[in-house]
């Protein structure tokens, strides 16, 4: 679909009622309409206010749902009056803020809770469907709508450069395995080309001079599970590489099975 340019950010068209947007930050999040209301999925941490990008997309009365308690996706949730998250997720949404220069009076605002399981109707045969993905943080949630056969999975399984487990509050390796497992028994009733809407689109195609087109799909999810085994048993180790930042004392290390990825702490493994 042709992409369209707002201030700092870019919008993509991907179906009837259903849009991506990236920021300066490569951050993703989401616009979907229904017949009487909209959903915004995340927001971005771009250096622009986002409602006047929202209005531009839709006239509809919106919500936000976060997928999970982290700065570079909620910067702007003080702009909506109706905040949905999961629960578990709540108690770290100020420290999650003010690791990453933002205001933590995101923490003070009022959050709905939309645990797995809760449904959210926009009307018109648009429900958007909460399933648990936690790991990279207590809460990380995905999204699922039925009308469009695609999860809005924000960085539950990564973007496809791999996931965060080393960041301070993610779940360890071993309970990250055991809950994809859960999220792969609730994705057997779905149809199996389910679509991953990620929270950071560009990471599908890799860093320059490290290109390569990874999509995130169910076959990536059971390479995930299998990644985590692995590293429990001391199957393989992980290395130093870019993308694993370290945000304490203790190296990050990345290792990777078939298209997945893991960042992860030794210390953190079980």
């Not at 982290?70 to 009056?81: C, L, N, P, T, V």
């Not at 399933?131 to 949630?141: F, N, R």
């Not at 990564?158 to 509050?169: K, T, Y």
């Not at 071993?174 to 560009?202: I, V």
Request: hydrophobic share 40%; aromatic share 10%.
């Amino acid at each position: 679909m042709a992409k369209e340019k707002f201030g700092e950010y870019t919008i993509e068209k991907l179906r009837e009622g259903l849009y991506a947007v990236e920021d300066e930050n490569e951050s993703s999040f989401y616009v979907i309409e229904g017949e009487k209301m909209a959903a915004v999925i995340d927001t971005g941490m771009g250096k622009e206010p986002v409602l006047p990008l929202i209005r531009h997309i839709t006239a509809l009365p919106c919500v936000l749902l976060l997928t999970h308690a982290h700065g570079d996706h909620m910067k702007y949730a003080g702009s909506f009056e109706m905040r949905y998250i999961c629960s578990k997720d709540i108690p770290i949404v100020a420290l999650s803020a003010e690791r990453m220069g933002m205001d933590k009076s995101l923490g003070e605002l009022d959050y709905t809770p939309f645990d797995p399981g809760s449904m959210l109707e926009l009307g018109g045969g648009t429900t958007l469907e909460s399933v648990a993905m936690y790991g990279h943080t207590p809460g990380s949630l995905g999204f699922y709508c039925e009308k469009y056969n695609v999860l809005f999975s924000g960085d539950a399984v990564g973007s496809g450069m791999g996931v965060w487990m080393q960041v301070p509050g993610a779940l360890t390796v071993e309970q990250y395995g055991q809950n994809l497992k859960k999220f792969m028994d609730w994705a057997e009733s779905k149809p199996a080309d389910m679509e991953f809407l990620t929270g950071h689109r560009p990471q599908r195609y890799g860093f320059p001079g490290m290109e390569r087109d990874n999509p995130v799909s169910m076959a990536l999810v059971g390479d995930m599970i299998r990644l985590c085994e692995m590293l429990q048993k001391g199957e393989i180790s992980g290395e130093n590489h870019p993308f694993a930042v370290s945000f304490g004392s203790e190296g990050a290390k990345l290792a990777s099975f078939g298209r997945a990825g893991i960042v992860y702490l030794d210390s953190r493994i079980m």
